[in-house]
């Protein structure tokens, strides 16, 4: 494609992590790019908020996925980014106070038998974990096209597996659809252990402890990520971001303009222009345009075809296949001001991943309710104080609580305006039973649904993964094929959001492999 | 007896035999069969006074005659039905026409066995869905196809380098490429979503969804909206009668039909049969098999023993725990066995009516599923979850006696119907006023649809998990004999490294539905675990033709 008055090589819409990810990969060799984010900061789902108070806040608020690699790559500890250097551990909050305490290989309260299970559970994770690893910064190869290097792909794919030995190799392969429940009772006793282990397997998506085929997968995501070391088992190693989530992303950025990408905020992507069929610029909002011979969408794949280039310029059968996306949101975020450090009953040391899910059917029932459209009042929830690890995050002696909250569906009966109050004040029951002096604390409160997400951070669908992360839209079917090399059936339009191959978390895989993509073109394999 | 060397005398005429089948359910009758028709001298032991296993005819209330386990078949391979001639043992398989759906306020949406009708019933309720339902249908059968394949085949293990598995997964490869790009990725996807979403897909009308999402959940411990149970949706249209694929039939004569007619095969062919004989334990010696004992002592000897009980019952039960690997057994607890399904076997003394559908057309014979919404079946599995059955249960009902009738007198009818979900441990457990209550719900669901047909009920037989796992011996009552999960399906059935129907005692082997292929009355694990009998013996071909057939027969 030659238009001699493309001001750039390529044009990325959507400054979140994975679109400055993707820029900066481009930059560095030798791309001119220019980044497009409709917000008045970078970041998209990760940028720093403001909560009332002077409280700094993130929605994700922990690192589980980030890989040394990428922080090497784009040398973002040059601009202001450091690797954490502790994790904490994770808390199974139990309502009598016998917590039990989970690290990355042990735990504290636990009974012998299911401490002496604990060791084989994450060894077989974190073999898992490794042999999947080559895959998330790899562009998915497709089936049965003949094609060497695709062949090759999946060749090595066997070859991991089958490099995990016989007997393990076999388990994968049977562990990879069971449901949580199932697994967990495989290997433990304690119901509340049982309860924060899944927790992991289910968080994020449209899954309950007892749904199969996904959980594991879902973990194993989770466990893509070396910061905590290589491959640690992040049930009992999380990592929060050190300084906030807002030092990755202006380190991120910063990065990306030191390699020479061009990042324009307030600058909201109307359309993208088409010109013979093949994708040529962008439109703005307030009527600038910009033409590139690459055009880039960070957003997720519904805004991206739907909205940003219209189904008109798609086969009828791919629009159908995008449409069919499931990418409603099940969880919801909620932050606390707080005016002194909360004591949590029995915990001597807040600092800590605290998990309010004190059974698996605790979690079920709440799931149960969320698949009809309703919200449970017993909610589990993931909580961090990040102000602990950096007190900079709030005004002195004051402390912010970050949780994940499951399960609040995207579709909820009546709608949000009227339920948000009400399960506002039934988070902060849960809470006081765990936290009893928690409401005199609280300085101000947010809650962020999944329709805030969708409306905030222009999502559709409100959801982390910018589609759910199963089996059925994973790697050859993420979004969908036809796509799932990062290029589309439009000429010169591509992908590298959450939507795309390997999904959602701060990773940066997608954008990272969606750069590779487009430095290999020509090289690989046209779509089907 | 002591004798002068303090051994018993060793002229007591211990019965041996070439090979010993436990269970005289089809999988093992066929099992039987197939070793005897290659020249072993085989015994089948029952622990019941009659054949049959969940594949049985019986005469519960006089005059009736009862399918009162398995009720239609599907699955029964063509090609053992033609090898073993099992039509000149009495079988005979007949198609029951049509399945229609009924909704709440007297809608009705049916599947003729013409698909134009069937495309104009659709097309009341959308025209959407009655465009929709060619592709869906067109969709079913491409995956379909690729399963038949495998139906009458051993699994290979994925993780072995002997030639015979590499040679195998090539031709699972092959079959899989052969479908084309596109239709691999929509199988994978198929293969591991739920019913629900599967169907949201092509469909909107609640009443067509949920119809067609009945076949997801039989016998299956999953709600429709859990991933995995589309695949349990396939395993209900993959089945044929006389190369219809999709089409269901009732046996005449019921189902027990089909167990007669394999063990009339078996026994021409010198095989015996002993009933009223429960095993107790598999004798084993050097971690090789040497026979049985039974419940009332008796011992039987054979070189080869072949267990049709599920992998639960053969490694907690009958196989002593020091005969095998303590992680096996760990593998026999953790099997899934979930009991979700109740039974109502009815006595009619009339015709019961269904006023909402017209009068006097084919569907008022054909099966009837009593469903509403998704939401209202998904709504039936969180009750199961919470140990109780359904309050709104999913009830399918089949009024085999119209088809079939040799099962009740002029002007009586054989109803029975299959509800889901019942659960093996209710709370606080079952007890006469449970399954009362239990039945009562059943009934009640069939009353909103026909007023009468409460009236006409002369006998009515209530079967819980708790009597399925009594009588037949599946544990927790689960008609699959193990859930149709992935974690369990194709080379992970029963469990990985043992789904090649060998078990880990030398002279040892599985047949039940626990194996590959899995349930329904398929008679294709049977089939399998005889082929690699065989094979071990070096007696696999006769006369140099496959005594097992296994090259799929393209319908």
């Known amino acids: ?528 | 007896m002591a004798t002068a060397f303090g051994h018993k005398p060793i002229l007591t005429m211990t019965p041996k035999y070439d090979a010993i089948v436990i269970g005289a359910g089809h999988n093992g009758l066929t099992n039987a069969a197939y070793l005897a028709k290659a020249g072993l001298n085989v015994l089948v032991l029952e622990k019941n006074d009659y054949i049959g296993g969940a594949a049985v005819s019986r005469e519960l209330h006089p005059g009736w005659i009862y399918s009162n386990c398995s009720y239609v078949c599907t699955l029964l391979r063509q090609s053992i039905h033609r090898d073993l001639n099992l039509s000149k043992y009495g079988l005979m398989i007949v198609p029951y026409g049509s399945t229609t759906f009924l909704g709440a306020n007297g809608s009705y949406l049916a599947e003729y066995t013409n698909e134009a009708m069937t495309y104009r019933d659709i097309k009341r309720h959308s025209p959407r869905d009655a465009d929709a339902y060619v592709r869906y249908h067109r969709d079913l059968m491409r995956y379909c196809k690729l399963i038949r394949y495998f139906l009458l085949r051993t699994p290979p293990d994925p993780t072995s380098f002997k030639p015979r598995d590499i040679k195998e997964m090539i031709y699972m490869g092959r079959k899989f490429l052969d479908m084309g790009e596109e239709t691999i990725y929509e199988f994978i996807r198929f293969l591991t979503m739920s019913a629900a979403d599967f169907l949201d897909e092509y469909f909107e009308s609640d009443l067509l969804k949920a119809g067609l999402a009945s076949a997801s959940i039989i016998g299956t411990a999953l709600g429709v909206y859990s991933p995995g149970t589309a695949y349990v949706l396939l395993h209900h249209v993959m089945g044929d009668v006389d190369g219809s694929v999709g089409t269901w039939g009732l046996a005449r004569g019921g189902m027990g039909a089909i167990s007669n007619a394999i063990a009339g095969a078996l026994q021409d062919f010198g095989g015996k049969i002993k009933t009223n004989a429960e095993v107790a334990q598999l004798l084993v010696r050097n971690n090789r098999t040497y026979g049985v004992t039974l419940t009332n002592g008796d011992e039987i000897h054979a070189d080869i023993v072949v267990s049709n009980l599920d992998p639960k019952r053969t490694f907690t039960k009958i196989v002593d725990a020091k005969d095998i690997p303590a992680k096996l057994r760990k593998k026999a607890e953790n099997f899934k066995i979930r009991g979700s399904s109740g039974k109502l076997n009815f006595a009619l003394t009339g015709r019961p009516t269904f006023p909402a559908l017209p009068q006097n057309s084919e569907l008022t014979k054909g099966s009837l599923q009593f469903v509403e919404s998704l939401e209202a079946m998904e709504r039936g599995y969180d009750d199961w979850k919470n140990k109780r059955w359904s309050r709104k249960p999913f009830v399918e009902l089949t009024q085999s006696s119209i088809w079939d009738p040799t099962l009740a007198a002029p002007g009586h009818y054989f109803v029975s119907t299959f509800v889901q979900y019942c659960p093996a441990d209710v709370e606080g457990g079952w007890d006469q006023n449970k399954k009362d209550a239990f039945a009562k719900s059943v009934i009640d669901t069939i009353a909103e649809h026909s007023p009468d047909f409460e009236d006409l009920i002369a006998h009515v037989e209530v079967r819980t998990p708790a009597e399925l796992e009594s009588e037949v011996g599946l544990t927790e009552g689960n008609i699959f004999q193990g859930e149709l999960t992935i974690d369990q399906l194709l080379f992970n059935r029963p469990f990985p490294g043992y789904a090649q129907y060998r078990g880990p005692i030398q002279g040892m082997y599985l047949c039940g539905s626990a194996t590959h292929p899995g349930g329904g009355v398929s008679s294709a694990c049977g089939a399998n675990s005889a082929r690699e009998i065989l094979l071990d013996l070096k007696r696999s071909k006769v006369n140099g033709a496959a005594v097992v057939p296994e090259e799929f027969v393209d319908d």
């Open chain 1, 1 to 528: 494609m030659t238009d001699i008055s493309a001001s750039h090589d390529v044009i990325i819409i959507g400054a979140g992590h994975n679109g400055l990810v993707c820029a900066n990969y481009l930059a560095r060799a030798g791309k001119r790019v220019l980044v497009l984010e409709a917000a008045a900061q970078t970041g998209g789902l990760a940028a720093s908020r403001q909560l009332d108070g002077g409280f700094q806040c993130a929605v994700p608020h922990s690192l589980p996925q980030l890989q040394k690699k990428l922080v090497d790559d784009l040398k973002l500890t040059d601009f202001g980014f450091r690797l954490p250097d502790t994790t904490l551990p994770t808390v199974a909050l139990n309502p009598d106070g016998k917590h039990i305490t989970i690290t990355a290989d042990q735990l504290c309260g636990a009974s012998d038998a299911d401490t002496l299970a604990y060791g084989e559970f994450t060894r077989l994770l974190n073999r898992f974990a490794k042999a999947i690893e080559p895959f998330w910064y790899k562009s998915p190869p497709r089936i049965g096209s003949g094609n060497w290097a695709d062949t090759l792909s999946l060749g090595q794919f066997g070859l991991n597996l089958r490099l995990l030995g016989k007997q393990d190799m076999a388990e994968f392969m049977r562990m990879i659809a069971l449901p949580a429940q199932d697994l967990t009772d495989e290997f433990f006793d304690s119901d509340l252990l049982k309860a924060a282990l899944s927790w992991d397997f289910v968080i994020g998506n449209k899954l309950a402890p007892r749904s199969p085929n996904n959980a594991v997968l879902n973990q194993l995501l989770k466990l893509s990520g070396d910061l905590a070391g290589n491959n640690r088992y992040h049930t009992g190693a999380v990592t929060l971001f050190p300084g906030g989530a807002n030092s990755l992303i202006r380190a991120m950025e910063q990065s990306a303009q030191a390699a020479g990408a061009e990042i324009l905020c307030n600058a909201s992507v109307k359309r993208v222009l088409m010109q013979d069929q093949t994708a040529v610029g962008v439109e703005l909002d307030d009527g600038r345009t910009y033409k590139a011979h690459h055009i880039v969408s960070n957003a997720d794949p519904k805004t991206s075809f739907f909205k940003l280039l219209g189904a008109r310029h798609l086969p009828i059968q791919f629009a159908h296949r995008i449409r069919r996306n499931r990418n409603r949101g099940m969880v919801g975020k909620l932050h606390l001001g707080l005016k002194n450090l909360p004591h949590f009953n029995q915990l001597n040391n807040a600092n800590g991943r605290l998990l309010i899910a004190p059974s698996r059917e605790y979690i079920e029932s709440a799931f149960d309710q969320a698949k009809y459209g309703e919200v449970s009042d017993q909610l589990a929830m993931e909580i961090v104080i990040p102000t602990l690890q950096d007190p900079s995050l709030a005004p002195t002696g004051h402390h912010l609580l970050s949780a994940h909250v499951q399960y609040l569906p995207y579709d909820i009966k009546g709608g949000w305006e009227e339920h948000k109050p009400r399960v506002l004040e039934s988070l902060l029951n849960t809470l006081q039973q765990y936290a009893p002096t928690i409401r005199e604390s609280i300085v101000s409160a947010e809650l962020l649904t999944p329709k805030d997400l969708e409306q905030e951070y222009r999502v559709d669908g409100g959801h982390w993964h910018h589609g759910e992360f199963c089996i059925d839209q994973w790697w050859v079917n993420r979004p969908t094929y036809g796509a799932s090399q990062y290029t589309t059936p439009v000429t010169g339009f591509y992908l590298c959001g959450a939507g795309s191959h390997p999904g959602g978390g701060i990773m940066g895989a997608a954008g990272h492999n969606c750069a590779q993509q487009i430095l290999n073109t020509g090289k690989g394999a046209a779509t089907p």
